[in-house]
């Protein structure tokens, strides 16, 4: 069985990261998106909250999601893990996209990181946009799920 990880902070998971996970399951025989913290990050989200609204957006039975604090090829080592798998947006993304799957690769070479191109219309999609845009009182309808979408403006609003 083919396992892949689709790795991220997900704060909150994007149309885009929704994207590449359903394609990713389209590929392999199991997906596991994976809530992870970002050292240079500081969430808005807890990771259970990230987590719970990632669950109300998954479609396809062969994506799992779970957490994991250490190093993520620690984690593809554990699950045997075939590949990991990101998203490519623009050519800004690649630097850091590709320090990381070099770091990942020489850390545990049995473990590929497979890229999957992002879609056009969520090329600039990210959630730190997501969060600025609410923040400043814009409209998220079109970059987030809406089984999502309420509990961003109320977190950006400080209702809960
Ligand atoms: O969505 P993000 O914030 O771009 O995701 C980055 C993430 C969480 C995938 C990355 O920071 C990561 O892999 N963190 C786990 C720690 C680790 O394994 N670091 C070494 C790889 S460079």
């Not at 669950?55 to 250490?70: A, H, I, M, P």
């Not at 990181?113 to 730190?128: P, Q, R, W």
């Not at 009182?137 to 970059?143: A, V």
Request: overall charge negative; aromatic content about 8%; glycine content about 6%.
């Amino acid at each position: 069985m083919k396992i892949a990880i689709c790795p991220g902070s997900f704060d909150p998971v994007t149309l885009g990261h929704l994207d590449i996970i359903e394609r990713a399951a389209d590929i392999f025989d199991e997906v596991i998106v994976l809530v992870m913290s970002n050292v240079s990050k500081k969430p808005m989200f807890s990771t259970d909250e990230r987590i719970e609204l990632i669950k109300r957006c998954l479609k396809s039975d062969n994506v799992k999601v779970d957490t994991f604090d250490g190093l993520l090829v620690d984690y593809a080592k554990q699950k045997g893990a075939a590949a990991i798998v990101k998203g490519l947006r623009a050519m800004s993304d690649f630097d850091y996209e590709f320090q990381q799957a070099l770091t990942n690769k020489s850390l545990y070479p049995k473990c590929e990181t497979v890229f999957l191109t992002a879609k056009g219309e969520n090329m600039f999609l990210s959630s730190s946009m997501v969060k600025q845009v609410c923040a400043l009182g814009g409209d998220i309808d079109s970059f987030v799920p809406a089984a999502i979408a309420e509990d961003i403006y109320k977190r950006c609003k400080g209702d809960f």
